[in-house]
């Protein structure tokens, strides 16, 4: 007899973590569910209610660690990922995405015994100074989108159009190349970005090209971090977080399946899909 319940009660187990992978990754709605397992509805809930998502082992290790954060909702969810190892060893949700939350992430990897050797990230060039003496490598794709929001992927004018060239070639050049493809732009275009203009609410004198103006001034703040990875070869440091796209993607896409989740069931979800490869 006794038996016979530690069976059923492994095969309730079995099944309910097989239940609430396909309720995860295979973004299955309860209704699919309910016909699948030939269940009712309430039974499908009950038992996506009552998975507990294992907690994983993590080996400490020396890493580079890829950091970014995604919005879902209100909140952010900040991930910490071992590139090489294709394993997220760090997860948190923060309200806001700030530097804050590279300093509670290496404290917490450190903590576990992780030895991070180098951090690429999306653009807060702050964490240079935040840990001194560490590799910072500013990702090639968050420059890219930083000076289309400025310029547009359509741009009109003919600066605009020749900074938009240049920037689509920095994933393919070397540090030297691009430098000085962005240094000639600058010369070439220097007089042409002094123009001023009468803002006519004001009646005062400011910048005609303010747009291009920041463009210019974003490379220039994270040129000394878009080409760490060519200063530290043995490391082998992404020039991008893309390691990370396929954890966000499929996150986004199944909590957007399962519009509604409350947001205890949101972050177990999060926390299965981050757990995965």
């Given at each position: 007899?006794i038996?016979?319940?530690?069976?059923?009660?492994?095969?309730?187990?079995?099944?309910?973590?097989?239940?609430?992978?396909?309720?995860?990754?295979?973004?299955?709605?309860?209704?699919?569910?309910?016909?699948?397992?030939?269940?009712?509805?309430?039974?499908?809930?009950?038992?996506?209610?009552?998975?507990?998502?294992?907690?994983?082992?993590?080996?400490?290790?020396?890493?580079?660690?890829?950091?970014?954060?995604?919005?879902?909702?209100?909140?952010?969810?900040?991930?910490?990922r071992?590139?090489?190892?294709?394993?997220?060893?760090?997860?948190?949700?923060?309200?806001?995405?700030?530097?804050?939350?590279?300093?509670?992430?290496?404290?917490?990897?450190?903590?576990?015994?992780?030895?991070?050797?180098?951090?690429?990230?999306?653009?807060?060039?702050?964490?240079?100074w935040?840990?001194?003496?560490?590799?910072?490598?500013?990702?090639?794709?968050?420059?890219?989108?930083?000076?289309?929001?400025?310029?547009?992927?359509?741009?009109?004018?003919?600066?605009?159009?020749?900074?938009?060239?240049?920037?689509?070639?920095?994933t393919?050049?070397?540090?030297?190349?691009?430098?000085?493809?962005?240094?000639?732009?600058?010369?070439?275009?220097?007089?042409?970005?002094?123009?001023?203009?009468?803002?006519?609410?004001?009646?005062?004198?400011?910048?005609?090209?303010?747009?291009?103006?920041?463009?210019?001034?974003?490379?220039?703040?994270?040129?000394?971090?878009?080409?760490?990875?060519?200063?530290?070869?043995?490391?082998?440091?992404?020039?991008?977080?893309?390691?990370?796209d396929?954890?966000?993607?499929?996150?986004?896409?199944?909590?957007?399946?399962?519009?509604?989740?409350?947001?205890?069931?949101?972050?177990k979800?999060?926390?299965?899909?981050?757990?995965?490869?």
């Amino acid at each position: 007899m006794i038996q016979f319940q530690l069976k059923k009660k492994k095969d309730i187990s079995k099944t309910r973590e097989k239940l609430w992978s396909d309720f995860c990754f295979r973004y299955s709605t309860v209704e699919t569910l309910t016909e699948k397992y030939k269940k009712s509805e309430k039974w499908v809930r009950n038992q996506l209610e009552n998975y507990v998502v294992p907690e994983k082992i993590f080996t400490p290790r020396k890493m580079v660690a890829v950091m970014d954060a995604t919005r879902v909702g209100k909140e952010w969810f900040f991930v910490a990922r071992d590139p090489h190892k294709k394993e997220n060893v760090y997860s948190e949700v923060f309200q806001f995405e700030s530097t804050y939350c590279y300093q509670l992430a290496m404290q917490d990897l450190k903590e576990r015994g992780f030895d991070v050797v180098a951090i690429v990230g999306d653009g807060k060039v702050a964490v240079s100074w935040l840990f001194k003496g560490l590799p910072v490598q500013m990702c090639h794709f968050h420059m890219k989108q930083i000076i289309i929001r400025c310029i547009t992927r359509n741009p009109i004018l003919p600066a605009g159009i020749e900074l938009l060239e240049i920037i689509n070639k920095l994933t393919f050049s070397k540090e030297a190349e691009f430098v000085l493809l962005y240094t000639n732009w600058c010369k070439k275009w220097d007089e042409f970005l002094k123009e001023k203009s009468i803002n006519p609410n004001t009646l005062k004198s400011v910048p005609t090209h303010r747009k291009l103006i920041s463009a210019r001034g974003s490379i220039k703040r994270h040129l000394p971090f878009l080409f760490t990875f060519e200063k530290y070869p043995h490391l082998n440091i992404p020039n991008t977080t893309n390691s990370l796209d396929g954890s966000f993607k499929k996150l986004k896409t199944s909590i957007a399946v399962h519009a509604g989740l409350s947001r205890e069931r949101k972050l177990k979800m999060v926390k299965t899909l981050l757990n995965g490869k």
